[in-house]
């Protein structure tokens, strides 16, 4: 088993930043893929950003790139989402989630993941 805890949600005006983080405790070991996804209301799931350690690849989502920042601590206990420039468009509940894929499976499809945090929520005011 594999727990999530995400915290660093808030309210921020557009432009500005935030900093998310999910802890990660359990069997994280059985796992290689971790990190954010959001959706918000009448929109689907997406992916924000993910790192694949089975190739020490980090992944995007076309709407996170260029903005946001994925990173981990040493110990990689910890997630962190750097967020800037934000948009009232990434006004969402963030999902922090993990699983175990193969290389050749798409680390971008949410549906893939099995371990989900509760999410925090992201508001982006003008």
């Known amino acids: 088993q594999v727990r999530l805890v995400e915290s660093g949600g808030g309210s921020v005006q557009a432009g500005g930043s935030l900093r998310l983080s999910c802890k990660a405790s359990?069997?994280?070991?059985?796992?290689?893929?971790i990190g954010w996804f959001r959706q918000a209301p009448e929109k689907e799931r997406e992916a924000v950003a993910i790192i694949y350690s089975g190739e020490d690849t980090t992944y995007y989502g076309n709407s996170a790139k260029g903005r946001f920042t994925i990173s981990q601590d040493g110990a990689k206990t910890t997630v962190y989402l750097q967020m800037d420039s934000l948009e009232p468009e990434d006004s969402a509940m963030y999902y922090c989630a993990s699983a175990y894929l193969g290389p050749k499976e798409d680390k971008l499809r949410w549906q893939a993941y099995n371990y989900w945090g509760q999410g925090t929520q992201v508001t982006v005011t003008v």
């Open positions: 359990g069997a994280t070991y059985a796992t290689n893929c």
